[in-house]
């Protein structure tokens, strides 16, 4: 379990503009993240002696990061194999290499040309090799597809609707319409959800996140040198990641997981919520990884805010909205703001918790929880001010 | 690589068995002889008690549906293009293993949660026969 609650904090964060086509190599996104997170802390960038970054598709590899920003001594540059799973994970990483003496300063980002570079899901390769000998030839491929069986499996068991995936798309998209990084920004009405063509059903187009070029970072270190930096530190109070039995040989692999109307959130909630100290219920702003409006229904419910079976109702509730109980991703969040791998997510956390947030600012938002993954494995971080 | 074809299976030293099986249509799955755990996908040992003695064990072929989708858009469009809407299930086979696979012989709308199917072959690319599911007669 996350041992270090409140010993280190995110003290500064940077992106670039989401776009489609960033019409620039994925290593100059990353630098202009890095760059503008360190001068965000008022770090010199001399003083950095860490990067951390997850490397699923499109990426960059934090050692070329480390050259580009002519950082002298990276004592720790580290590439996770992973994607949106990973997203908290390279934070809770940052902390504890800072903890073991590896690193003082960590910048951790996420870099890809999503839509105009390498595009998930886009695969043409004529040979299933591994396991997709077993997925591939029978046209199961990409990650829409993965996504609606499990959420078809959530309908079989549940009766989970459309309706209810509806709700989560058009309040993000509100949310997005008060974002002015975000890259859809015009409101959506539930008919224009249920009017929107079916990709593989049980989804439509609404219910699948974009696909973006961008770069986002955060720099992490201990809380002591947070307090003498630009902002207010954002603690970090806890985090886990994993997930349970059988999760297969990649991510998309889920073809032996018990069951696909429960994911990663699951199994990783008792740590996450130990190791901060609170609850669901302290919780005043979440940021949940939505590669998909289904994905929130699992983690909602994995991570205690709902009992099993009950995410499409409370989200069909109002409850997610930014009046509501529980406030879900306040930016559009991968939906509707951009997909940078669910690292984005983080970065909202930090802005509603320093009140940065301007109109679709969380009032009093004293603790955030950002969450990363949608299937077997994942990770989740919980934040104060 | 300018033509598309459908992904083609390439066996390897664990699954060679199966895709043989598939080819003389029968659906062969491997089974620990030290504690009699199926075990699919194939691998050298056991995930339960970590044996590396294993057979094949031909199987009923029949199953149930577990989930499935219908894909409208497919990737890649140079070759699925023809096939949609087709539809993708997770099956339970009555032996306890799960696959991956398509759903035939019915109307893509007509598939039910745990609906009874069973297999049958159907020649697919590079000489590989994969195994198929229809609705139990
Ligand atoms: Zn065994």
New binding site residues.
């Given amino acids: 379990m996350f041992t270090l609650k409140d010993k280190y904090a995110i003290a500064g964060v940077g992106e670039t503009a989401y776009t489609k086509n960033s019409g620039t190599p994925v290593l100059n996104l990353a630098v202009e993240a890095c760059l503008k997170a360190a001068e965000d802390a008022g770090v010199d960038v001399k003083d950095i002696d860490g990067l951390i970054s997850y490397n699923f598709g499109d990426s960059v590899p934090a050692i070329a990061v480390a050259t580009a920003l002519g950082i002298p001594h990276a004592g720790y540059a580290v590439d996770f194999a992973g994607g949106g799973n990973a997203a908290n994970l390279i934070t809770l990483s940052a902390a504890a290499a800072i903890e073991s003496g590896l690193a003082k300063n960590v910048l951790c980002f996420r870099a890809m040309n999503g839509r105009s570079g390498f595009r998930l899901g886009g695969g043409r390769e004529m040979q299933a090799r591994g396991i997709t000998q077993y997925t591939a030839p029978f046209g199961w491929i990409t990650y829409p597809q993965a996504m609606a069986m499990w959420a078809r499996r959530h309908m079989i068991k549940y009766g989970t609707n459309a309706e209810q995936l509806g709700h989560i798309a058009v309040t993000f998209r509100d949310n997005a319409s008060l974002n002015e990084r975000a890259m859809q920004r015009t409101p959506i009405t539930m008919d224009d959800y249920m009017a929107s063509r079916f990709i593989v059903e049980p989804f439509r187009m609404l219910d699948i996140c974009l696909e973006s070029d961008g770069a986002c970072a955060v720099l992490v270190t201990g809380a002591d040198r947070a307090k003498d930096m630009k902002h207010k530190p954002v603690y970090i109070m806890g985090g886990a990641y994993g997930g349970g039995p059988d999760q297969g040989e990649d991510l998309f692999d889920a073809i032996r997981w018990p069951d696909h109307s429960r994911n990663y959130a699951a199994y990783i909630a008792d740590d996450l919520w130990k190791s901060a100290g609170v609850g669901p219920q302290d919780v005043d702003v979440a940021e949940i990884y939505d590669c998909f409006t289904y994905s929130i229904i699992m983690q909602l419910e994995g991570f205690g805010f709902v009992k099993e079976g009950e995410g499409g109702p409370f989200c069909a509730s109002g409850a997610i909205a930014r009046d509501g109980s529980l406030p879900l991703n306040t930016h559009g969040g991968l939906l509707s703001e951009a997909y940078i791998h669910g690292f984005n997510h983080v970065l909202e956390a930090v802005r509603q918790l320093r009140g940065d947030c301007g109109p679709r600012q969380i009032e009093g938002a004293e603790i955030a929880l950002t969450t990363a993954g949608a299937m077997t494995c994942g990770s989740a971080m919980v934040l104060r001010n | 690589m300018n033509e598309f074809t459908k992904p083609i299976p390439v066996p390897d030293a664990d699954s060679a068995p199966f895709w043989d099986g598939t080819r003389a249509h029968k659906l062969l799955i491997q089974r620990?002889t030290?504690?009699g755990?199926l075990r699919f996908p194939a691998r050298k040992s056991?995930g339960?008690?970590h044996?590396d003695a294993s057979d094949w064990t031909e199987v009923s072929g029949k199953g149930r549906v577990y989930s499935w989708i219908v894909v409208n858009h497919p990737v890649p469009r140079e070759v699925y293009g023809q096939e949609v809407p087709y539809v993708v299930a997770l099956i339970d086979l009555d032996e306890g293993v799960r696959m991956v696979s398509n759903i035939i012989g019915c109307d893509v709308h007509a598939v039910t949660a745990e609906m009874p199917v069973e297999v049958v072959f159907e020649a697919g690319q590079g000489g590989m026969v994969l195994p198929k599911f229809k609705p139990q007669a």
């Fill in positions: 620990c030290n504690c755990t056991c339960h008690c044996s």
